[in-house]
């Protein structure tokens, strides 16, 4: 047996990068990553078969990345047992997540001695084949607060000067990141706020010793929300409205009806902004 864990991811701002190679399609942007995320255990079996919390599931993305370990060896299959206390679908980076501590497991389990970057670029092609997500795994392999400004590489991030914090978040309910990437009106709503976003993000990022660094990228990344037209539930703009009457910052979870804030706000959950990135255990 091998474990491993990645950590959870929140998207604050996201460029869609089309290419027709799901090695170079990607998305541009903001997130960072959380204490929470998910934590994998694989062992040989003769069949594949994924668990999460315990439960038998259908994840195309984990079983694409065994897939693609497994196939030119004489493993017939694994169990990939994962346990996370976040929600699937609700804008944590969990498909990514699986996916990148899966293949750091299993590397481990099967001694391949790949490498962390390789190993990363396996678990990114499998969430973009399977549109479960477009920028988690580079968070989630460096850790930490990113900004991601080159196109055409999606393991390419900058390290923003932000120390580990609290961040408080409420979710309420799902949004199903394959049916926005299949949406060419909602894309281009995207695409277009996420240039203005960038712009600023581009400004921050090279700002020295800034001390409101952090509330500054999250008015881009309200604006963003606004923008972008993914700012629609209204549990979620009168949560976020509440917050900043109340003298916080807040937004929306990139993708998911959820919002993140670095003010303890009713009905929240507390998490921890983290700068260790996913690694064996």
Do not use: W
Request: a neutral charge; proline letters at 5%.
């Amino acid at each position: 047996m091998a474990s491993a864990f990645a950590p959870g991811n929140i998207s604050c701002v996201f460029k869609i990068i089309p290419h027709p190679d799901p090695a170079r399609m990607h998305s541009l942007g903001m997130g960072f990553t959380i204490k929470e995320g998910v934590q994998v255990s694989v062992s040989e079996q003769r069949q594949t078969r994924v668990l999460f919390n315990g439960k038998d599931i259908n994840f195309p993305t984990v079983r694409a990345v065994v897939h693609q370990l497994i196939q030119d060896t004489d493993i017939s299959g694994v169990v990939v047992d994962l346990t996370s206390p976040l929600p699937l679908g609700c804008g944590f980076g969990l498909s990514g997540a699986a996916a990148l501590a899966t293949v750091y497991a299993l590397n481990k389990l099967m001694g391949t001695e790949k490498e962390n970057k390789e190993l990363a670029m396996i678990a990114h092609v499998a969430e973009v084949e399977n549109r479960t997500g477009l920028g988690d795994v580079c968070s989630q392999y460096h850790g930490g607060c990113l900004v991601k400004l080159k196109e055409g590489a999606p393991l390419v991030a900058d390290k923003l000067p932000i120390p580990e914090q609290p961040i408080y978040f409420r979710y309420f309910s799902p949004i199903h990141t394959s049916e926005v990437l299949r949406n060419k009106e909602q894309t281009k709503h995207i695409n277009c706020a996420a240039d203005t976003a960038l712009t600023i993000l581009k400004k921050l990022a090279r700002t020295q010793s800034n001390p409101d660094l952090f509330t500054e990228c999250f008015a881009v990344a309200k604006q963003f929300s606004v923008d972008s037209r993914l700012l629609s539930d209204k549990r979620v703009i009168e949560t976020v409205a509440q917050i900043e009457a109340a003298g916080g910052v807040a937004s929306m979870i990139m993708l998911g009806n959820g919002v993140f804030s670095t003010y303890a706000f009713n009905g929240a959950t507390e998490t921890q902004l983290v700068i260790n990135p996913a690694r064996l255990i």
